[in-house]
């Protein structure tokens, strides 16, 4: 093996009366990816914290390269090339995407901002994550928590770091970003980069790691390789005992239909959701990054405006209903975003767990302080959050623990039906079992779930029921049976000949004429999209946008000048298709500044999507053909305005 690249040894780390860390040690090679695995708790984040500079450690000692090595701060260890993704997202909201893939680490030109370069680094760090599509000037606070996880893997790879500490990548990813980012991995790894991945799905360590060490209660409990130790000796090393089962099923009953939505569409999405939830009823959302999940979980709490279809409760139309007559209701919503939305950090535990419901805690109109840390604890001890106890602050809380207190709030309001998004995130695989075992208990009771995930394997594992959601329409809900991992994702991605775009073998076999067809037949959608835009000056900018990748009119493509030329064809449509994602942003971005009618905006932006889903497909598969990277897209090129544009990027 290889001299480590990074070594720590016997680490210490006390925050007052608690020990966090005691004795950890752990080396890394070059080159080599190691998974540091352990609970919620456990220590793994302050170790990277550490490392990272944001905490120093109390005792041990670090070598970097074989020198010794104290960060000072976080700025200090990325110099020297330690860079780390938080699983607690560290972004500044107010900062452009582009701004904060470069943060702290702008280029410059004799003493100045470099823009033209800060823009071509932070696109190209987004394009090795294949989510060059994501705008870069829009403000990171109006993107997704998942494209804002894209954002800060983006962050960590732009410096080409030494080491890359990776603390919970995926929570927020859908499979298939996370099929692209071990791509990225593997290409770290071929060039040497050393890379720390911290995860609670063990499945994803053993396909990417090739050594481990757990972590438990602040120590290293054991250490070695990963091809050579089974899932069940992880376990039990992580929790100190056998985990007999990770998908617990309770047996349960399904009752009458408690909750029906009827074609619901939200101001962009959902474009139409439709299902019928019963009583004792775990139903899984399935779908990519931006699909709708979790915009249609949101309208059907009322925190989006709905503007068509009908949400009906046993029986009775509330579609209208604001989110307070909604938990009045008996409907409870678990945010995917905790950190903003499902949790008061500078509030105690107690508080968060009875902020919705204070009738059991209450006294003559106020709250008893007594009754209220009584009830707290029963939440504690049976959901077994690591606290100090209910007074304590929830910031102070790992996120797993912050997460099972998010959970414990919908349980003490005794909700009848749970909207869960993305529940799971964060927490570790013994307390996920936990979660699991309880929502089937739940549904044992007769209570309803809505279950989000992006993890498949839990999907499949614990619901009744799974929805497909594709570019905001829910698909057929289905007996779990019915389903496998790849026809979710099949479904998810809108799989469909119509659909597949060109690739390389089209420009073999197509005649000229057909192949100007199907490029026509692009550019005719594309159009479709311009003449919708309603006659504002921001209509009319993306519309410029549009033009410089579409036409409306016919191109003219006559057969000799393809046949002679096809890679310059492919080229120019290359840049048109660099083009249309750039106008996709422009479309998500003023969607959610509200500067357009929103009946206006949704077609446009659906449209815009499909397009560049395709013309993604398109690019996928000509690298995987081609020898040099032709990016060969079906979309529309040399359009009247560009061919006689001296200044079109066509003409360059």
Same mark, same amino acid.
């Given at each position: 093996?290889?001299?480590?690249?990074?070594?720590?040894?016997?680490?210490?780390?006390?925050?007052?009366?608690?020990?966090?860390?005691?004795?950890?040690?752990?080396?890394?090679?070059?080159?080599?990816?190691?998974?540091?695995?352990?609970?919620?708790?456990?220590?793994?984040?302050?170790?990277?914290?550490?490392?990272?500079?944001?905490?120093?450690?109390?005792?041990?000692?670090?070598?970097?390269?074989?020198?010794?090595?104290?960060?000072?701060?976080?700025?200090?260890?990325?110099?020297?090339?330690?860079?780390?993704?938080?699983?607690?997202?560290?972004?500044?909201?107010?900062?452009?995407?582009?701004?904060?893939? =470069?943060?702290?680490? #702008?280029?410059?030109?004799? +003493?100045?901002? /470099?823009?033209? *370069?800060?823009? !071509? @680094?932070? $696109?190209?760090?987004?394009?090795?994550?294949?989510?060059?599509?994501?705008?870069?000037?829009?403000?990171?606070?109006?993107?997704?928590?998942?494209?804002?996880?894209?954002?800060?893997?983006?962050?960590?790879?732009?410096?080409?770091?030494?080491?890359?500490?990776?603390?919970?990548?995926?929570?927020?990813?859908?499979?298939?970003?996370?099929?692209?980012?071990?791509?990225?991995?593997?290409?770290?790894?071929?060039?040497?980069?050393?890379?720390?991945?911290?995860?609670?799905?063990?499945?994803?360590?053993?396909?990417?790691?090739?050594?481990?060490?757990? =972590?438990?209660?602040? #120590?290293?409990?054991?250490? +070695?390789?990963? /091809?050579?130790? *089974?899932?069940? !000796? @992880?376990? $039990?090393?992580?929790?100190?005992?056998?985990?007999?089962?990770?998908?617990?099923?309770?047996?349960?009953?399904?009752?009458?239909?408690?909750?029906?939505?009827?074609?619901?569409?939200?101001?962009?999405?959902?474009?139409?959701?439709?299902?019928?939830?019963?009583?004792?009823?775990?139903?899984?959302?399935?779908?990519?990054?931006?699909?709708?999940?979790?915009?249609?979980?949101?309208?059907?709490?009322?925190?989006?405006?709905?503007?068509?279809?009908?949400?009906?409760?046993?029986?009775?139309?509330?579609?209208?209903?604001?989110?307070?007559?909604?938990?009045?209701?008996?409907?409870?919503?678990?945010?995917?975003?905790?950190?903003?939305?499902?949790?008061?950090?500078?509030?105690?535990?107690?508080?968060?767990?009875?902020?919705?419901?204070?009738?059991?805690?209450?006294?003559?109109?106020?709250?008893?302080?007594?009754?209220?840390?009584?009830?707290?604890?029963?939440?504690?001890?049976?959901?077994?959050?690591?606290?100090?106890?209910?007074?304590?602050?929830?910031?102070?809380?790992?996120?797993?623990?912050?997460?099972?207190?998010?959970?414990?709030?919908?349980?003490?309001?005794?909700?009848?039906?749970?909207?869960?998004?993305?529940?799971?995130?964060?927490?570790?695989?013994?307390?996920?079992?936990?979660?699991?075992?309880?929502?089937?208990?739940?549904?044992?009771?007769?209570?309803?779930?809505?279950?989000?995930?992006?993890?498949?394997?839990?999907?499949?594992?614990?619901?009744?029921?799974?929805?497909?959601?594709?570019?905001?329409?829910?698909?057929?809900?289905?007996?779990?049976?019915?389903?496998?991992?790849?026809?979710?994702?099949?479904?998810?991605?809108?799989?469909?000949?119509?659909?597949?775009?060109?690739?390389?073998?089209?420009?073999?076999?197509?005649?000229?004429?057909?192949?100007?067809?199907?490029?026509?037949?692009?550019?005719?959608?594309?159009?479709?999209?311009?003449?919708?835009?309603?006659?504002?000056?921001?209509?009319?900018?993306?519309?410029?946008?549009?033009?410089?990748?579409?036409?409306?009119?016919?191109?003219?493509?006559?057969?000799?000048?393809?046949?002679?030329?096809?890679?310059?064809?492919?080229?120019?449509?290359?840049?048109?298709?660099?083009?249309?994602?750039?106008?996709?942003?422009?479309?998500?971005?003023?969607?959610?500044?509200?500067?357009?009618?929103?009946?206006?905006?949704?077609?446009?932006?659906?449209?815009?999507?499909?397009?560049?889903?395709?013309?993604?497909?398109?690019?996928?598969?000509?690298?995987?053909?081609?020898?040099?990277?032709?990016?060969?897209?079906?979309?529309?090129?040399?359009?009247?305005?560009?061919?006689?544009?001296?200044?079109?990027?066509?003409?360059?």
């Amino acid at each position: 093996m290889s001299p480590p690249r990074l070594k720590m040894s016997a680490v210490q780390k006390a925050f007052g009366a608690t020990r966090a860390l005691r004795n950890v040690s752990i080396d890394i090679a070059p080159g080599e990816v190691h998974a540091l695995i352990g609970e919620n708790g456990a220590g793994k984040s302050t170790l990277m914290k550490i490392l990272s500079g944001a905490h120093r450690a109390d005792a041990g000692s670090i070598t970097l390269d074989g020198e010794p090595f104290e960060p000072e701060n976080p700025h200090h260890a990325r110099r020297n090339g330690i860079a780390m993704i938080y699983q607690e997202l560290m972004l500044a909201p107010d900062l452009s995407v582009e701004e904060n893939i =470069l943060l702290g680490a #702008e280029p410059a030109r004799l +003493g100045w901002l /470099d823009r033209t *370069k800060r823009r !071509e @680094l932070a $696109r190209r760090a987004l394009a090795e994550l294949q989510h060059d599509s994501i705008p870069l000037d829009v403000p990171v606070n109006t993107l997704t928590i998942a494209e804002q996880q894209i954002v800060e893997i983006a962050r960590a790879l732009v410096n080409q770091p030494k080491v890359l500490i990776m603390d919970e990548p995926t929570s927020s990813l859908t499979q298939v970003d996370t099929e692209n980012l071990f791509r990225v991995i593997a290409r770290l790894r071929e060039r040497g980069v050393s890379v720390i991945y911290i995860s609670h799905f063990i499945e994803e360590c053993q396909r990417v790691c090739q050594r481990y060490t757990v =972590l438990r209660d602040g #120590e290293s409990v054991g250490t +070695g390789n990963m /091809d050579s130790v *089974k899932v069940s !000796e @992880l376990i $039990r090393l992580m929790v100190g005992r056998d985990l007999s089962e990770i998908y617990p099923r309770t047996p349960h009953q399904l009752g009458k239909v408690v909750l029906e939505l009827n074609a619901l569409a939200g101001d962009v999405k959902p474009r139409n959701a439709s299902f019928k939830l019963r009583a004792g009823e775990i139903l899984g959302i399935a779908g990519l990054i931006g699909a709708g999940r979790t915009e249609t979980l949101r309208a059907l709490f009322g925190l989006d405006r709905v503007s068509g279809g009908a949400v009906i409760v046993s029986g009775r139309e509330v579609t209208r209903s604001s989110p307070a007559q909604r938990l009045a209701s008996g409907i409870g919503l678990l945010s995917e975003n905790r950190k903003e939305e499902g949790l008061m950090l500078n509030r105690s535990v107690a508080d968060n767990l009875t902020a919705t419901r204070f009738a059991p805690v209450a006294r003559c109109g106020f709250i008893n302080s007594r009754r209220q840390r009584e009830a707290a604890k029963r939440w504690i001890e049976k959901l077994e959050v690591r606290t100090r106890g209910p007074e304590q602050p929830i910031g102070q809380l790992s996120g797993g623990n912050q997460q099972k207190i998010a959970v414990g709030r919908l349980l003490h309001h005794d909700a009848r039906v749970f909207l869960l998004d993305e529940p799971t995130r964060g927490i570790d695989v013994g307390s996920k079992a936990q979660i699991y075992r309880l929502m089937g208990e739940l549904a044992a009771q007769g209570r309803s779930i809505i279950f989000v995930s992006s993890y498949l394997p839990e999907l499949l594992g614990v619901c009744d029921t799974i929805a497909v959601m594709c570019r905001g329409v829910l698909g057929e809900v289905k007996a779990v049976e019915e389903w496998t991992e790849q026809t979710i994702i099949a479904e998810a991605v809108g799989s469909g000949i119509e659909d597949r775009g060109l690739c390389i073998e089209d420009f073999q076999t197509m005649t000229p004429s057909e192949l100007s067809e199907r490029l026509w037949e692009f550019s005719a959608r594309i159009a479709k999209v311009i003449d919708a835009l309603p006659d504002t000056r921001m209509g009319r900018h993306i519309a410029g946008q549009l033009c410089r990748s579409g036409t409306s009119s016919a191109p003219n493509y006559d057969e000799a000048t393809v046949a002679e030329s096809r890679a310059d064809f492919a080229h120019k449509i290359n840049i048109a298709w660099k083009e249309m994602r750039e106008t996709r942003g422009w479309l998500r971005y003023v969607s959610r500044l509200g500067m357009l009618p929103d009946k206006r905006m949704t077609p446009l932006i659906d449209e815009s999507e499909q397009l560049c889903r395709i013309l993604s497909s398109s690019v996928a598969t000509a690298k995987g053909k081609a020898r040099r990277p032709i990016a060969v897209a079906s979309a529309i090129t040399n359009s009247k305005s560009s061919i006689n544009n001296p200044q079109s990027p066509l003409h360059q």
